[in-house]
Protein backbone atom coordinates (compact mmCIF):
# COMPACT_ATOMS: atom_id res chain seq x y z
CA UNK A 1 0.00 0.00 0.00
CA UNK A 2 2.82 2.31 1.00
CA UNK A 3 4.93 1.58 -1.93
CA UNK A 4 1.31 2.13 -4.33
CA UNK A 5 0.45 5.69 -2.66
CA UNK A 6 4.15 6.69 -3.35
CA UNK A 7 3.70 6.07 -7.13
CA UNK A 8 0.67 7.65 -7.30
CA UNK A 9 2.02 11.13 -5.78
CA UNK A 10 4.76 10.79 -8.10
CA UNK A 11 2.62 10.34 -10.60
CA UNK A 12 0.23 13.11 -9.18
CA UNK A 13 3.11 15.67 -9.24
CA UNK A 14 5.11 14.35 -12.59
CA UNK A 15 1.38 15.29 -14.16
CA UNK A 16 1.03 18.52 -12.41
CA UNK A 17 4.52 19.46 -13.08
CA UNK A 18 3.78 18.41 -17.30
CA UNK A 19 0.64 20.52 -16.55
CA UNK A 20 2.07 23.90 -15.73
CA UNK A 21 5.01 22.98 -18.29
CA UNK A 22 2.23 22.97 -20.98
CA UNK A 23 0.83 26.07 -19.75
CA UNK A 24 4.02 27.87 -19.69
CA UNK A 25 4.54 26.92 -23.30
CA UNK A 26 0.97 27.85 -24.09
CA UNK A 27 1.26 31.08 -22.23
CA UNK A 28 4.69 31.65 -24.52
CA UNK A 29 3.06 30.66 -27.83
CA UNK A 30 0.16 32.67 -27.66
CA UNK A 31 2.41 36.16 -26.43
CA UNK A 32 4.19 35.43 -29.14
CA UNK A 33 0.91 35.20 -31.76
CA UNK A 34 -0.43 38.53 -29.80
CA UNK A 35 -2.86 36.53 -28.00
CA UNK A 36 -2.14 36.70 -24.41
CA UNK A 37 -0.87 39.45 -21.74
CA UNK A 38 2.73 39.55 -21.03
CA UNK A 39 4.25 41.47 -18.19
CA UNK A 40 6.33 44.05 -19.31
CA UNK A 41 9.76 44.27 -17.09
CA UNK A 42 10.69 47.76 -16.12
CA UNK A 43 12.44 50.33 -17.85
CA UNK A 44 15.50 50.25 -15.58
CA UNK A 45 15.67 46.46 -15.91
CA UNK A 46 15.09 46.46 -19.41
CA UNK A 47 18.08 49.42 -19.84
CA UNK A 48 20.02 47.46 -17.75
CA UNK A 49 19.64 44.09 -20.38
CA UNK A 50 20.06 46.35 -23.35
CA UNK A 51 23.48 47.83 -21.92
CA UNK A 52 24.34 44.02 -20.77
CA UNK A 53 23.72 42.65 -24.96
CA UNK A 54 25.55 45.87 -26.57
CA UNK A 55 28.79 45.04 -23.61
CA UNK A 56 28.65 41.92 -24.79
CA UNK A 57 28.76 41.89 -28.25
CA UNK A 58 31.26 44.90 -28.96
CA UNK A 59 33.80 43.06 -26.05
CA UNK A 60 33.32 40.03 -28.58
CA UNK A 61 34.26 41.95 -31.64
CA UNK A 62 37.01 43.91 -30.00
CA UNK A 63 38.58 40.66 -28.87
CA UNK A 64 38.84 39.08 -32.01
CA UNK A 65 39.95 41.91 -33.99
CA UNK A 66 42.83 42.46 -31.37
CA UNK A 67 43.24 38.12 -32.14
CA UNK A 68 43.84 38.96 -35.75
CA UNK A 69 46.12 42.52 -35.09
CA UNK A 70 48.17 40.66 -32.66
CA UNK A 71 48.34 36.99 -34.55
CA UNK A 72 47.13 37.88 -38.66
CA UNK A 73 48.02 34.23 -39.36
CA UNK A 74 44.34 32.23 -38.85
CA UNK A 75 46.17 28.62 -38.86
CA UNK A 76 48.68 30.07 -35.84
CA UNK A 77 45.21 31.39 -33.94
CA UNK A 78 43.01 28.20 -35.06
CA UNK A 79 46.51 25.99 -33.76
CA UNK A 80 47.26 28.11 -30.52
CA UNK A 81 43.14 27.49 -29.62
CA UNK A 82 43.46 24.26 -29.87
CA UNK A 83 46.44 24.11 -27.18
CA UNK A 84 44.57 26.61 -25.32
CA UNK A 85 41.55 23.84 -24.93
CA UNK A 86 44.08 20.61 -24.52
CA UNK A 87 45.07 23.05 -21.94
CA UNK A 88 48.57 22.66 -23.22
CA UNK A 89 51.57 24.83 -23.97
CA UNK A 90 51.64 25.85 -27.92
CA UNK A 91 55.60 24.71 -29.33
CA UNK A 92 57.26 28.04 -29.95
CA UNK A 93 58.47 29.05 -33.45
CA UNK A 94 59.91 32.08 -34.92
CA UNK A 95 57.62 34.96 -35.75
CA UNK A 96 57.74 36.73 -38.99
CA UNK A 97 59.94 39.57 -38.05
CA UNK A 98 62.55 36.88 -36.29
CA UNK A 99 62.33 34.65 -39.51
CA UNK A 100 63.10 37.82 -42.14
CA UNK A 101 65.91 38.31 -39.99
CA UNK A 102 67.54 34.78 -39.73
CA UNK A 103 67.04 34.53 -43.60
CA UNK A 104 69.24 37.94 -43.59
CA UNK A 105 72.00 37.18 -41.17
CA UNK A 106 72.44 33.73 -42.97
CA UNK A 107 72.76 35.64 -46.42
CA UNK A 108 74.89 38.10 -45.02
CA UNK A 109 77.56 35.35 -44.09
CA UNK A 110 76.62 33.68 -47.52
CA UNK A 111 77.87 36.91 -49.06
CA UNK A 112 80.63 37.83 -46.14
CA UNK A 113 80.92 39.82 -43.68
CA UNK A 114 83.45 41.74 -44.83
CA UNK A 115 81.37 42.88 -47.56
CA UNK A 116 79.38 45.94 -47.32
CA UNK A 117 76.01 44.31 -48.52
CA UNK A 118 76.73 41.69 -46.16
CA UNK A 119 77.53 43.95 -43.35
CA UNK A 120 74.66 45.60 -43.89
CA UNK A 121 72.33 42.25 -44.06
CA UNK A 122 73.53 40.70 -41.10
CA UNK A 123 72.55 44.32 -39.05
CA UNK A 124 69.09 44.53 -40.70
CA UNK A 125 68.83 40.71 -39.16
CA UNK A 126 70.04 41.40 -36.23
CA UNK A 127 67.48 44.49 -35.96
CA UNK A 128 64.20 42.42 -37.36
CA UNK A 129 64.93 39.76 -34.65
CA UNK A 130 64.74 42.50 -32.13
CA UNK A 131 61.50 43.43 -33.74
CA UNK A 132 60.27 39.55 -33.64
CA UNK A 133 61.20 39.79 -29.70
CA UNK A 134 59.77 43.14 -29.29
CA UNK A 135 56.43 41.49 -30.96
CA UNK A 136 56.45 38.86 -28.56
CA UNK A 137 56.27 40.40 -25.56
CA UNK A 138 53.48 42.90 -27.14
CA UNK A 139 51.69 39.65 -27.95
CA UNK A 140 52.25 38.23 -24.48
CA UNK A 141 51.58 41.53 -22.68
CA UNK A 142 47.77 42.08 -24.71
CA UNK A 143 47.21 38.40 -23.92
CA UNK A 144 47.46 38.69 -20.04
CA UNK A 145 46.30 42.62 -19.79
CA UNK A 146 43.73 43.16 -21.98
CA UNK A 147 42.72 40.13 -23.93
CA UNK A 148 42.15 37.55 -20.83
CA UNK A 149 39.95 40.11 -19.14
CA UNK A 150 37.92 40.49 -21.70
CA UNK A 151 37.44 36.60 -22.30
CA UNK A 152 37.01 36.09 -18.70
CA UNK A 153 33.72 38.54 -19.20
CA UNK A 154 32.75 36.65 -21.95
CA UNK A 155 33.29 32.93 -20.52
CA UNK A 156 32.28 33.88 -17.39
CA UNK A 157 29.95 36.98 -16.03
CA UNK A 158 28.08 36.94 -19.29
CA UNK A 159 27.16 33.37 -19.18
CA UNK A 160 26.26 34.18 -15.27
CA UNK A 161 24.03 37.26 -16.25
CA UNK A 162 22.36 34.66 -19.20
CA UNK A 163 21.68 31.63 -17.00
CA UNK A 164 19.58 34.32 -14.61
CA UNK A 165 17.72 35.91 -17.52
CA UNK A 166 16.46 32.97 -18.76
CA UNK A 167 15.35 31.99 -15.18
CA UNK A 168 13.89 35.46 -15.10
CA UNK A 169 12.13 34.67 -18.46
CA UNK A 170 10.76 31.20 -16.82
CA UNK A 171 9.28 33.06 -14.05
CA UNK A 172 7.64 35.04 -15.80
CA UNK A 173 5.96 32.85 -18.35
CA UNK A 174 4.67 31.07 -15.08
CA UNK A 175 3.29 34.28 -13.99
CA UNK A 176 1.79 35.22 -16.74
CA UNK A 177 0.38 31.43 -17.15
CA UNK A 178 -0.97 31.53 -13.26
CA UNK A 179 -2.79 34.97 -14.51
CA UNK A 180 -4.49 33.62 -17.34
CA UNK A 181 -5.87 30.73 -15.34
CA UNK A 182 -6.95 32.88 -12.52
CA UNK A 183 -8.93 34.81 -15.46
CA UNK A 184 -10.79 31.68 -16.55
CA UNK A 185 -11.34 30.00 -12.99
CA UNK A 186 -14.71 29.94 -12.49
CA UNK A 187 -15.59 28.02 -9.29
CA UNK A 188 -14.89 29.66 -6.46
CA UNK A 189 -12.30 27.01 -4.77
CA UNK A 190 -10.35 27.17 -8.36
CA UNK A 191 -9.94 30.98 -8.31
CA UNK A 192 -8.47 30.55 -4.40
CA UNK A 193 -5.90 28.25 -6.11
CA UNK A 194 -4.92 30.44 -8.37
CA UNK A 195 -4.90 33.44 -6.67
CA UNK A 196 -2.77 31.74 -4.65
CA UNK A 197 -0.47 30.66 -7.35
CA UNK A 198 -0.23 34.06 -8.93
CA UNK A 199 1.36 35.07 -5.25
CA UNK A 200 3.28 32.52 -4.93
CA UNK A 201 4.55 32.75 -8.76
CA UNK A 202 4.76 36.70 -8.36
CA UNK A 203 7.05 36.63 -5.45
CA UNK A 204 9.21 34.26 -7.57
CA UNK A 205 9.58 36.75 -10.23
CA UNK A 206 10.31 39.94 -8.19
CA UNK A 207 13.12 37.98 -6.53
CA UNK A 208 14.21 36.82 -9.99
CA UNK A 209 14.39 39.86 -11.21
CA UNK A 210 16.00 41.54 -8.39
CA UNK A 211 19.07 38.96 -8.48
CA UNK A 212 18.87 39.41 -12.42
CA UNK A 213 19.21 43.24 -11.54
CA UNK A 214 22.20 43.02 -9.38
CA UNK A 215 23.95 41.04 -11.75
CA UNK A 216 23.42 43.40 -14.49
CA UNK A 217 24.30 46.62 -12.41
CA UNK A 218 27.62 45.21 -12.29
CA UNK A 219 28.07 45.75 -16.05
CA UNK A 220 29.49 49.25 -14.74
CA UNK A 221 32.21 47.84 -13.11
CA UNK A 222 33.44 45.49 -16.27
CA UNK A 223 33.74 49.15 -18.08
CA UNK A 224 35.88 50.49 -15.72
CA UNK A 225 37.52 47.24 -15.52
CA UNK A 226 37.68 47.19 -19.49
CA UNK A 227 39.39 50.70 -19.13
CA UNK A 228 42.08 50.30 -17.45
CA UNK A 229 42.92 46.77 -19.39
CA UNK A 230 42.57 49.56 -22.78
CA UNK A 231 44.92 51.56 -20.58
CA UNK A 232 47.71 48.67 -20.69
CA UNK A 233 47.26 47.64 -24.32
CA UNK A 234 47.93 51.19 -25.59
CA UNK A 235 51.13 51.46 -23.14
CA UNK A 236 51.82 48.10 -24.31
CA UNK A 237 51.56 48.91 -27.91
CA UNK A 238 53.71 52.21 -27.61
CA UNK A 239 56.24 50.35 -25.83
CA UNK A 240 56.66 48.02 -29.26
CA UNK A 241 56.42 51.02 -31.36
CA UNK A 242 58.89 52.99 -29.85
CA UNK A 243 61.31 50.43 -29.62
CA UNK A 244 60.70 49.69 -33.00
CA UNK A 245 61.28 52.97 -33.90
CA UNK A 246 64.45 53.38 -31.68
CA UNK A 247 65.78 50.01 -32.85
CA UNK A 248 65.08 51.07 -36.96
CA UNK A 249 66.82 54.43 -36.00
CA UNK A 250 69.72 53.17 -34.30
CA UNK A 251 70.38 50.99 -37.87
CA UNK A 252 69.67 54.09 -40.33
CA UNK A 253 72.19 55.80 -38.45
CA UNK A 254 74.68 52.06 -38.21
CA UNK A 255 73.82 52.17 -41.99
CA UNK A 256 75.27 56.14 -42.66
CA UNK A 257 78.63 55.38 -42.94
CA UNK A 258 77.60 52.68 -45.78
CA UNK A 259 78.17 54.39 -49.33
CA UNK A 260 81.51 54.90 -49.97
CA UNK A 261 82.53 51.89 -48.42
CA UNK A 262 80.09 50.33 -50.92
CA UNK A 263 81.34 52.14 -53.49
CA UNK A 264 84.83 50.33 -52.56
CA UNK A 265 84.14 47.30 -52.27
CA UNK A 266 81.29 46.64 -54.92
CA UNK A 267 83.56 48.76 -57.45
CA UNK A 268 79.83 49.93 -58.72
CA UNK A 269 77.62 53.20 -58.43
CA UNK A 270 76.15 53.35 -54.72
CA UNK A 271 73.25 56.24 -56.14
CA UNK A 272 70.22 53.20 -55.96
CA UNK A 273 71.53 51.31 -53.32
CA UNK A 274 72.11 54.19 -50.62
CA UNK A 275 68.37 55.77 -51.53
CA UNK A 276 66.82 52.67 -50.74
CA UNK A 277 68.75 51.62 -47.52
CA UNK A 278 69.30 55.44 -45.83
CA UNK A 279 66.86 57.76 -47.32
CA UNK A 280 65.88 60.35 -44.73
CA UNK A 281 62.75 60.90 -45.80
CA UNK A 282 61.46 57.02 -44.37
CA UNK A 283 62.73 58.04 -41.11
CA UNK A 284 61.53 61.65 -41.05
CA UNK A 285 57.98 60.16 -41.35
CA UNK A 286 57.77 58.26 -38.10
CA UNK A 287 58.44 61.55 -36.34
CA UNK A 288 57.07 64.80 -36.46
CA UNK A 289 60.05 66.08 -34.70
CA UNK A 290 62.48 65.01 -37.77
CA UNK A 291 61.64 67.21 -40.81
CA UNK A 292 60.37 65.39 -44.14
CA UNK A 293 62.60 65.29 -47.55
CA UNK A 294 62.19 63.61 -50.54
CA UNK A 295 65.13 62.18 -52.84
CA UNK A 296 64.02 64.69 -55.72
CA UNK A 297 64.96 67.76 -53.52
CA UNK A 298 68.22 66.21 -52.37
CA UNK A 299 68.90 65.28 -56.01
CA UNK A 300 68.23 69.02 -57.01
CA UNK A 301 69.76 70.86 -54.63
CA UNK A 302 72.81 68.60 -55.24
CA UNK A 303 72.94 69.06 -58.09
CA UNK A 304 72.87 72.42 -58.39
CA UNK A 305 75.35 72.82 -55.39
CA UNK A 306 77.78 71.05 -57.39
CA UNK A 307 77.28 73.07 -60.42
CA UNK A 308 77.30 76.24 -58.83
CA UNK A 309 81.07 75.10 -57.30
CA UNK A 310 79.55 77.74 -54.47
CA UNK A 311 78.72 76.39 -50.69
CA UNK A 312 74.83 75.98 -49.39
CA UNK A 313 73.30 76.20 -45.86
CA UNK A 314 71.76 73.02 -45.17
CA UNK A 315 69.61 71.85 -42.09
CA UNK A 316 70.23 68.61 -40.45
CA UNK A 317 68.08 66.11 -40.23
CA UNK A 318 68.98 64.10 -37.31
CA UNK A 319 72.09 63.37 -35.35
CA UNK A 320 75.29 61.74 -36.79
CA UNK A 321 78.37 60.09 -35.27
CA UNK A 322 81.75 60.71 -37.18
CA UNK A 323 83.14 57.53 -37.95
CA UNK A 324 86.69 58.71 -38.24
CA UNK A 325 88.53 61.76 -38.41
CA UNK A 326 87.84 62.97 -42.12
CA UNK A 327 83.72 63.07 -41.39
CA UNK A 328 82.46 65.71 -39.53
CA UNK A 329 80.02 64.99 -36.25
CA UNK A 330 76.28 66.27 -37.04
CA UNK A 331 73.67 67.43 -34.11
CA UNK A 332 69.71 67.33 -35.37
CA UNK A 333 68.42 70.69 -36.22
CA UNK A 334 71.69 72.63 -36.51
CA UNK A 335 72.24 74.53 -39.88
CA UNK A 336 75.85 74.22 -41.31
CA UNK A 337 77.92 75.26 -44.28
CA UNK A 338 78.24 73.13 -47.16
CA UNK A 339 80.23 72.71 -50.34
CA UNK A 340 81.38 70.11 -53.43
CA UNK A 341 84.64 69.03 -53.49
CA UNK A 342 85.69 67.86 -57.58
CA UNK A 343 86.37 64.42 -57.14
CA UNK A 344 84.69 63.79 -54.46
CA UNK A 345 82.21 60.85 -53.18
CA UNK A 346 78.46 61.40 -54.84
CA UNK A 347 76.89 60.87 -51.74
CA UNK A 348 78.93 63.51 -49.38
CA UNK A 349 79.54 66.94 -48.91
CA UNK A 350 82.03 68.83 -47.20
CA UNK A 351 80.29 70.27 -43.88
CA UNK A 352 82.06 73.46 -42.14
CA UNK A 353 80.48 74.44 -38.25
CA UNK A 354 83.19 77.58 -37.48
CA UNK A 355 86.13 75.81 -37.78
CA UNK A 356 85.42 72.52 -37.95
CA UNK A 357 85.50 70.82 -41.52
CA UNK A 358 85.08 67.37 -42.32
CA UNK A 359 82.80 65.01 -44.70
CA UNK A 360 78.87 64.60 -44.25
CA UNK A 361 76.20 62.46 -45.83
CA UNK A 362 73.75 64.05 -47.71
CA UNK A 363 71.41 62.04 -47.00
CA UNK A 364 71.67 63.57 -43.25
CA UNK A 365 70.59 67.28 -44.81
CA UNK A 366 68.04 69.68 -46.11
CA UNK A 367 69.29 72.24 -48.03
CA UNK A 368 68.54 75.65 -47.67
CA UNK A 369 67.36 78.28 -50.08
Given at each position: ?13 Y????N??N ?7 E??L??A??T?L??H ?10 T ?5 K ?9 QP?P ?9 E ?9 MN ?12 G?EF ?5 Y ?8 E?Q ?5 AD??LI??S??N ?5 R????G ?9 K???N ?6 AAK ?9 EA ?7 V ?14 R ?12 HLR ?6 E ?13 L ?8 F ?9 Q??T ?28 S ?5 KSSSGS?KA??L ?7 S??L???AD?V ?5 I ?15 KG ?6 L????
Amino acid sequence: TNISDCFKFVLENYFYELNIFNLTILQFTEEKLGQAEKTELDAHLENLLSKAECTKLWTEKIMKQTEVLLQPNPNARIEEFVYEKLDRKAPSRMNNPELLGQYMIDAGNEFGPGTAYGNALIKCGETQKRIGAADRELIQTSAINFLTPLRNFIEGDYKTITKERKLLQNKRLDLDAAKTRLKKAKVAEARAASEQEVRITQSEFDRQAEITRLLLEGISSTHAHHLRCLNDFVEAQMTYYAQCYQYMLDLQKQLGSFPSTFLSNNNQSSTTPVQSVSSPSVLASASASLPSVSNSMVTSGLSELKSSSGSRKARVLYDYDAANSSELSLLADEVITVYSIPGMDSDWLMGERGSQKGKVPITYLELLN
